[in-house]
């Protein structure tokens, strides 16, 4: 147990594991910097409810103590590999840091990665996208933890959609993916990249406490675009606005906002576009009591 501990921690903060700076703490949290101790301590407190935690940009932690184990994968743990054609990465590869070593290597199509705040194991998660493409799209296979041990696995195995992926039962948790992206050239890769970000700058909040985009895109539709055009930009809440640039982020001003803030000023957000477009906006960001 006391070996356990240099990696396990109880009542921990975690308003700095998550990028809109919310919440109290939680009842454990470990950062495992092995497989073996991964293992160890899925099992030490698999009577908890277990949450799994890459960069914590797409999450909604409460006020109060979290009862639950967070997960996080120690950097020990970040690894990209090139093996028979494949890009092997771990799950707690940050996508900024995947799409660069990819275009270093030729690969074009993972320039769209570059913008997305959240490491490999979240984009799987919940197939993450951008500029027209998604993670799973150019996934081979995955090495995930079942309730069996560990395994690789084919995308057939998953039901893939926009922003959903339903697991098989018996999987606890991605470790690893082969992605498979076409050769093109190094330079013609860095340039996307390049274009992409300064893109990506010029229409979302870069250095503010958010959490990415806070809805899905109805069919056909744009959530910042719907709530853009319902004069909604900049409106603020306690420490919580809707950015001025925008309207599909919720900034945390300052980092003094509460989470109970950000949950009313979502709530007003569906409410006010259920009411004008009839269109019931679902969360993108995964929401934690």
């Known amino acids: 147990r006391s070996l356990m501990m240099q990696w396990s921690h109880e009542h921990f ?16 949290y470990s950062e495992p ?9 899925y099992q030490l407190y698999r009577s908890m409810r277990t949450i799994w935690l890459g960069l914590g940009s797409n999450v909604l932690l409460p006020d109060h103590e979290l009862d639950a184990h967070i997960i996080k994968l120690g950097k020990a743990m970040s690894s990209i590999e090139y093996v ?24 074009l199509q993972a320039a769209f990665l570059c913008g997305i705040p959240g490491t490999l194991g979240g984009a799987l998660y919940m197939n993450a996208g951008a500029c027209g493409s ?10 995930v933890l079942t309730v069996d041990g560990i ?7 998953f039901n893939v959609s926009y922003r959903h992926v339903e697991q098989p039962i018996g999987v606890i948790a991605f470790l690893a993916a082969e992605l498979y992206f076409e050769s093109s050239s190094a330079v013609k890769a860095m340039s996307q990249i390049k274009t ?19 809805f899905k895109n109805p069919e056909q539709n744009s959530a910042g675009r719907l709530i853009d055009a319902l004069g909604l930009l900049g409106y603020q809440e306690g420490y919580a606005r809707i950015s001025p640039m925008h309207g599909n982020f919720i900034e945390n001003v300052e980092g003094l906002a509460s989470s109970r803030d950000i949950r009313s000023i979502m709530q007003l957000m569906q409410d006010e576009v259920l009411m004008a477009y009839n269109i019931k906006l679902e969360t993108e960001v995964i929401i934690y009591d």
């Open 134 to 143: 998604e993670i799973w799209d150019y996934v081979h296979r995955v090495l």
């Open 84 to 107: 028979d054609g494949y890009m092997r990465v771990s799950a707690a590869v940050p996508l900024a840091k995947l799409a660069r070593n990819a275009a270093k290597n030729g690969y």
């Open 196 to 214: 992409y970000l300064e893109q990506r700058n010029r229409v979302q909040p870069i250095g503010t406490f958010n959490c990415g985009s806070v």
């Open 33 to 41: 910097r092995s497989l073996e101790e991964l293992i160890k301590c």
């Open 13 to 28: 903060a975690i308003r700095k594991l998550n990028s809109w700076r919310l919440g109290s703490t939680v009842r454990v």
């Open 151 to 157: 395994e690789w696995l084919l995308p057939s195995d």
